[in-house]
């Protein structure tokens, strides 16, 4: 039987949506996910144990699994899942993303630093150490000063999404950016997936424009565009919360064009020559497209289901994974429908006590599906901190318009109790 390996946290929550692709291709879907290695299969899937920050380990035992059960292709869900995926493919001798492609897209300062030497247009930028101090002769300040003409965009260099992104349009605001940016690497959770760039911020200048996503796929280092996704709120800071994606694209056809090029030449750029990728890009007034960043992986989390393709309807996991089988998916193309994702961003810190609304959300026209994927009495977050959503709103209709009005629609009647947490001081008292 074909064979597939899928790389992921356990927590992924795509895995259901290709184990389904896979049962329906009739392929084998293999496993190797961050689970504990002391217990007998917990999650009952096969997984191969690794982890993903002791690559050598991980991928000496994925070598040792398809010893005994070949493996024919493979794909990464995550960002961290995506370097072991690299370095495993190159142990296996399997067609995709090269190494130093997966390392570089995850790490921002190698990805502008290698966009640059490409050519293609980039932000000025510089990277300060998290401990970094100019001296004065009033002693150390607490912060370097601003490395970059105002207003700039400080960024962790290891984090993916919106997360730890904040733009400052004076001294005053990067260096309060720089503190919260330091505070936020320095949690523990995030120094324990210890990737070496806890201890980093990128600053770049801000480029004036509007955002578009792209999903599609590398082969051989030729790019199938699967869609490009207008981002219709208004990314402007200070913080940059995503909020809706919407398909298909208001762009003109040159402009989208000129989107395709770039993102392909960036994807070379960085090595990302087999395999999925999705991308963020920022094109200004005069349509100069800057590539933000390009990622060896499919859109994350539950934003998949946004896409769906003729003939059949498959979803995006199935066309991935005949891709990862050497299966040529040129027939494969988006569905007639528009179509939008909202993710649905946190209103306040606090805790999650009650959602209402969802039966009346589900019940506009328009509106697929509403999943609230927070948990009851989870501690929530809002950006720059945060690193989940509330859940995901999914809508389609005739046009783009008539998609992202549903999703705002079902967004506006859904109502979320959001509790104060309990304060506990050291010694344990509230």
Known sequence: MTRVLLLSTTTGYQLRAFNDAAI??????????????HLDDPWQDAAIPIRFH????????????????????????????????????????????SVAGAAASTDKRRSRTALARAGLPSPHFAVLPVTAAVGSRRGAREVPSAPVDFPCVLKPVGLSGSRGVIRANSEGEFAEAFRRIRALLARPQVRAARDGLEGQIVVEEYIVGREYAMEGVMTHGALTTFTIFDKPDPLVGPYFEET??????HLASAKYDSIVAHVERAARALGLVH??????????????????????RPIGGLCSRVLRFQPGLASLEE??????????????????????????????????KQVTGEDIARGIPGVDDVRITAK???????????????????????????????????????????????????????
């Not at 329906?24 to 290695?37: I, K, P, Q, Y």
């Not at 809706?244 to 694209?249: A, H, K």
């Open 244 to 249: 809706i994606y919407v398909t298909p694209t």
């Open 275 to 296: 395999g999925p990728i999705h991308a963020e890009c920022r094109m200004t007034l005069d349509g100069l497209v800057y590539v933000l960043e390009v990622a060896g």
């Open 54 to 97: 002791e690559r050598d380990a991980a991928v000496a035992a994925i070598v040792e699994a398809a010893a005994e059960r070949p493996i024919n292709g493979l794909i990464a869900v995550g960002d961290r899942p995506m370097v072991v995926a690299a370095r495993a493919a190159e142990a296996l001798g399997l067609t995709w993303h």
């Open 319 to 352: 066309v991935l994974l005949r891709h990862a089988v050497g299966e040529p998916i040129e027939r494969f193309t988006r569905e007639a429908y528009a179509a939008a994702v909202m993710m649905i961003p946190i209103p306040k810190r606090g805790l999650l």
């Open 376 to 430: 009851m009495d989870q501690l929530l977050e809002t950006l720059p901190d945060a690193g989940s959503y509330l859940g995901f709103i999914f809508a389609r209709g005739a046009t783009a318009d008539h998609a992202e009005r549903a999703a705002r629609a079902a967004h506006s009647v859904l109502e979320f109790q959001i509790d104060d947490e309990i304060a506990v001081n050291a010694a344990g008292q509230v």
């Open 24 to 37: 329906a291709l009739g392929v084998e879907l293999s496993f190797a996910t961050d689970r504990c290695d």
